[in-house]
């Protein structure tokens, strides 16, 4: 098996992730390379699958595709997403609900289409009419951009008098005024859990707390995480979650509210480090088996008779 994992380049070399995915590929027996979206070129003609130069060589293509560019994903990275679909090799991620997740709003507008729960949810149109942000929202509110991660843009308004300084603030700037207000859900303030989804069926959860007062629990933030026990609602929401969104892997994160829980967001390419550590859970492995499973299953469907009989194929996670 032949994998290419697609995900921008790190400055510092690479990460816990990477790594880790590079231990557990040898373990498997999969031949894993990790690729920037930098290092490909598309030429889009009918030359069909050789419309994809690596590092400026045609080059034979991977068995699939795993996709880790998540929110910070380009128009071009999207666009080498499509070619690869297009070109019949599976995309983990698909380039569909890459691009739906990484938009906040449209993602919340899927959810609230199923009617899961979600928090109140609204666009910011400026100017910002700050009465009828109190009526339909109300104080505090959650100010959020429209694609970030990593706790990244978004910020808590604990009354009408903040909530004005941060939109003349935002209103004042060149950058763009693209923002959603969400209805703050302060039942455990500081804490939420990211739940783990791969290939339909969850495989943990982690308790995170913020340590500094924020509101945000983030571990890129410094937040503390610890294992969390999957009850059949955390279960039933963040697969339905996952399947909404047409996420194969997915960190969906859920705020407690009441005796129940409520979607925040959903992540296309969340970070495993804190939750293998929190959780013992091996979600490169499993994510790796997922991978394999999807390959298995297109080549059924391409080569029903080429396919030998085994029954020892890694398990699909």
Known sequence: MKLWILQ????AGPGYEEQRFREEARILGIALEVVSPDEIDLIVTRGGRRSIRLRGEEVELPDA??????????????????????????????????EAVKDKLYSQQLLAQINLPIPRTMLVRF???????????????????????????IYLSRDRESFRDLMELVASLDAGKSLILQEYIGERPGQDLRV????????????????????????????????FPVDEAIDVLARDCAQTLGLEIAGIDLLF???????????????????????????????????????????????????PKTDSLPQHA
């Open 257 to 307: 509210d009441g005796d129940g829980y409520r979607v925040c967001e959903a992540n296309s390419n969340p970070g495993f480090s804190g939750f293998e550590a929190a959780t013992g859970a091996n979600v490169a492995r499993q994510i790796l088996q997922h991978c394999h499973w999807r390959i298995r299953r297109q080549l059924a469907v391409l080569e029903p008779a080429a396919l």
């Open 127 to 153: 100017p910002v009419d700050s009465e009828l942000v109190e009526r339909q929202i109300g104080f505090p509110c959650v100010v959020k951009v429209l694609a970030g991660s990593y706790g990244e843009g």
């Open 196 to 227: 783990w989804v791969i290939g339909g069926r969850v495989v943990g959860a982690m308790l995170r707390r913020s340590v500094d007062g924020s509101f945000k629990a983030n571990i890129t933030r410094g937040g503390l995480g610890e294992n």
């Open 8 to 11: 921008k380049a790190a400055d």
């Open 65 to 98: 595709l795993l996709a880790r560019t998540g929110s910070g994903t380009s128009y071009f990275s999207l666009a080498i997403l499509r070619q690869f679909e297009h070109l019949g090799v599976p995309v983990i991620n698909s380039s569909r609900a890459i």
